[in-house]
């Protein structure tokens, strides 16, 4: 039977990562995806952008939009603190099948919990669900014209606090033009763009971290 891109990025990772090593997944995916065969992973140039944001936060709380095959939710949850929470909403049960596997064979399934949903009708159950108050650092890597109604929703459910992280991927390639010019003209953010690439390519794409001010 035939196989689907994220079976082959699953194989690839059983293949040649090593079970527990979340570096060495994240460098099977890379390298599948480089040599073999393109996806949509935040990929490992913006990645490394990814990590020092995550470093810097040194969050308790994340949330993720959009964990596809989970490879930024192994690299994000690669660098939390011993007790911190990872919380990716997927909503295609094809991606969230593969994610799953792949954030076991990194052995991380205690930090990350994979939620089954769309963001628009699981932002506003986190409190009651998952005993959420804020979340320190929000990944958004969802469809591109979610970014903003779904910040606007964290805003609304009060999910957000003072110094609260927005990194937005995609930001240029395919390109969120109503969630940048939100966020770069609201009083209320402090954004700054970090230019890079769209994942293994030459075509320039960036991330956009976005600070609420409260
Ligand atoms: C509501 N809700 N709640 C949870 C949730 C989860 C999903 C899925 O994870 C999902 C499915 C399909 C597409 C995306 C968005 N990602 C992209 O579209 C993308 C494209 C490209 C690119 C760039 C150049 C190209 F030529 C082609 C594709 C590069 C990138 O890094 C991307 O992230 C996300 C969707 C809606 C969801
Ligand atoms: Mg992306």
Not at 85 to 98: H, Q, S, V
Request: contains cysteine; glycine residues 6%; charged residues 25%.
């Amino acid at each position: 039977t035939q196989s689907t891109r994220p079976q082959r990025i699953l194989d690839a990772v059983q293949k040649n990562a090593t079970r527990g090593d979340p570096r060495s997944v994240v460098k099977a995916i890379d390298h599948f995806c480089r040599n073999k065969e393109w996806a949509m992973n935040v990929g490992d140039e913006k990645g490394c952008i990814l990590d020092s944001v995550v470093s810097e936060v040194n969050p308790a709380t994340v949330l993720e939009l959009g964990t596809y095959c989970g490879y930024s939710t192994v690299r994000i949850a690669s660098l939390l603190p011993p007790h911190a929470k990872l919380i990716t909403l997927e909503f295609n049960p094809d991606f969230a099948a593969i994610a799953r596997q792949v954030i076991a064979w990194a052995g991380l399934e205690d930090k990350v919990q994979l939620v089954e949903g769309a963001s628009g009708d699981w932002i506003p159950k986190m409190k009651e669900q998952f005993g959420v108050k804020t979340f320190d650092l929000v990944f958004l890597d969802h469809w591109k014209n979610s970014y903003l109604p779904d910040t606007k929703l964290m805003e609304e459910c009060s999910l957000l606090r003072k110094g609260s992280v927005l990194l937005a991927d995609n930001v240029i390639c395919p390109g969120a033009p109503d969630y940048l010019e939100f966020v770069r003209s609201s009083p209320r953010y402090k954004s700054q763009y970090f230019k890079s690439h769209l994942e293994y390519t030459k075509v320039e794409d960036g991330l956009e971290k976005s600070v609420f001010l409260g």
